[in-house]
């Protein structure tokens, strides 16, 4: 998922910078059920995140933690 939305934005990002992002990803999606919206919002979220300025992985995730 986080690679399909990677793909449509219109910054490139490097081979490390989408490993951060799906970690994050598959660290928070880990943590409770969610349905397939709330993945994606999830998704853009990051990428929003990361994007804007927030690098750091631990940041990031508890950034986007309910």
Do not use: W
């Amino acid at each position: 998922m986080i690679r399909n939305l990677i793909a449509a934005t219109k910054a490139p990002l490097q081979d490390d910078d989408v490993a951060l992002c799906e970690r994050v990803f598959h660290r928070l999606t880990g943590q409770r059920p969610m349905s397939n919206g709330e993945r994606e919002q999830l998704a853009s979220a990051i990428l929003h995140f990361y994007q804007d300025g927030v690098r750091d992985e631990q940041s990031l995730t508890r950034l986007l933690m309910e």
